[in-house]
């Protein structure tokens, strides 16, 4: 009854905080977690990114709102946060949906960490990353000053290239979630080494971390790449886990030793984590770790209380005191004391309902 009792309610009370603990292992496991990685769009940000600046290189801008709407076109068939929303900044400067539908979009292609391409009309279009224009020999000399100032804020940009040459720029912020500088420093505090991970430049990832407290971050990651950094933690020794929420980090929660889903993502990372967030809200990270400590103390007292009985009584019962002391065990104080124990077990058991979180 010591482990299966407190496990039990430990999951029930998990569900009530809205921690979907999907098997006893990994409850378990979570309090013995050295490092927590922490995705960085829908995770740690509010996973709803807007376009905040826009920039066209010099000859270009008498044509700014058609670059904007190709642009849109184009993004319009991608389903990545970031494409939505440059489809919705197009609208918001007036360029009808309608408008955007009737350009033609042939050959779409999402290149997995660098952008999108297709033909737009008559165009060639890439949006994507300045390292991924450097693969296409596009030069992006003309706005990369501007590029480097909107990184530092902390925004992501994105390059917008015509027939293969440069033509515009457009950053793209995501706010922090409000709990989120909170619930990075009560981690902190628990004794976890928090790290931050995405495939944002440097600059911008550097920015954000330094914005909700996180030391370390490590930037310019591939979707293909996040299961294989987990992997370069662990061969350190540590246990770690991992926090999100798309598909593309749907390896990473199956590699870590924990994966935790933040519950408005993608059905694949749900399905693939250990331990679902039922709601966006990052403490539900703290929640589960604080939930999995006072689980294994209670294990840890219930085997206690299980053994201290028997310890006690079986010498008695053997006669080992007779000859000193003449002290016998009756076998009804013996069944009683065999009952006591199983009572005590599950009663401490019972008193995790009373568990409360603390952030």
């Not at 008498?62 to 970031?82: I, K, T």
């Not at 979630?177 to 550097?206: F, I």
Request: proline content about 3%; overall charge neutral.
């Amino acid at each position: 009854l010591a482990t299966p009792t407190a496990i039990m309610v430990g999951i029930g009370k998990g569900a009530e905080s809205g921690v979907l603990i999907k098997s006893a292992d990994s409850l378990q496991l979570a309090h013995r977690l050295h490092t927590l990685v922490l995705d960085k769009t829908g995770t740690l940000t509010q996973g709803a990114p807007s376009v905040t600046h826009y920039a066209t290189v010099a000859g270009v801008q008498s044509d700014e709102l058609h670059l904007l709407a190709l642009a849109a076109a184009l993004e319009q068939q991608s389903e990545h946060p970031l494409a939505e929303a440059v489809v919705a900044y197009a609208q918001r400067q007036q360029i009808s949906p309608d408008a955007i539908n009737q350009l033609a979009v042939k050959d779409f292609a999402a290149i997995a960490g660098n952008g999108i391409q297709g033909q737009v009309g008559d165009q060639k279009l890439h949006i994507g990353t300045r390292g991924w224009m450097a693969e296409l020999q596009i030069d992006t000399r003309t706005l990369a000053s501007l590029e480097r100032t909107w990184q530092h804020a902390g925004q992501t940009t994105a390059w917008i290239a015509v027939d293969g040459k440069a033509a515009g720029l457009v950053a793209i912020a995501d706010a922090p979630k409000p709990n989120a500088v909170a619930t990075v420093r009560t981690l902190q505090k628990m004794g976890l080494d928090v790290v931050m991970l995405t495939g944002d430049n440097r600059s911008t990832a550097e920015a954000v971390a330094q914005a909700v407290g996180i030391q370390r971050a490590i930037a310019e990651v591939r979707p293909d790449q996040k299961a294989q950094q987990i992997m370069a933690l662990q061969r350190d020794g540590k246990k770690v886990a991992m926090v999100g929420d798309g598909i593309n980090d749907a390896p990473a929660l199956a590699q870590a030793d924990v994966g935790i889903a933040i519950g408005t993502g993608t059905d694949v990372a749900i399905a693939t984590s250990d331990i679902t967030l039922m709601s966006g809200d990052l403490s539900g990270v703290v929640a589960a770790l604080q939930l999995s400590r006072a689980t294994m103390t209670n294990i840890r007292q219930n085997l206690f209380f299980a053994f201290i009985y028997n310890v006690i009584a079986i010498p008695i019962a053997a006669g080992a005191l007779y000859p000193l002391l003449g002290w016998r065990l009756n076998p009804m104080i013996a069944g009683a004391a065999m009952a006591l124990s199983s009572v005590s077990v599950v009663s401490n058991a019972l008193r995790l309902r009373h568990f409360k979180p603390r952030l």
